[in-house]
C-alpha cells in the first residue's frame, strides 16, 4: 500500500514535476493541503475496472424472451413448458 504525506500547496507549485513523477512510481500519495486542511490527493493512476458488472449486464434477446415466458413460480413455469410437448 502506497504511504501518504501532506503536501502543501506552496510545496505543489514549487515542485509539481517531481511531485507527480514520485506518484506515478507510487513512492507516496501526495495529499495537497490549504493552510493544513486536506483539499486534493495526487495518487498513482489506475486504469478503471472494465468488467461489465452484474447489475449493468445487458440481457440478451433470448434469455429475455424466456423470463418473459415464466410467469409465477419456477414449478409452474417448468410443468407449462413440458406439457407443450
Given at each position: 500500500m502506497?504511504?501518504?504525506r501532506p503536501v502543501s500547496i506552496r510545496e505543489l507549485h514549487q515542485r509539481t514535476g517531481r511531485l507527480v513523477r514520485?506518484?506515478?512510481?507510487?513512492?507516496?500519495?501526495?495529499?495537497v493541503t490549504d493552510r493544513g486542511r486536506p483539499v486534493a490527493t495526487l495518487a498513482?493512476?489506475?486504469?478503471?475496472?472494465?468488467?461489465?458488472r452484474f447489475r449493468d449486464r445487458v440481457l440478451l434477446p433470448a434469455f429475455d424472451a424466456l423470463?418473459?415466458?415464466?410467469?409465477g413460480d419456477s414449478g409452474t413455469g417448468i410443468r407449462d413448458d413440458r406439457d407443450r410437448f
Open positions: 502506497t504511504s501518504t514520485e506518484a506515478a512510481v507510487a513512492v507516496y500519495a501526495a495529499v498513482p493512476y489506475a486504469e478503471p475496472d472494465k468488467r461489465v423470463t418473459k415466458r415464466f410467469v
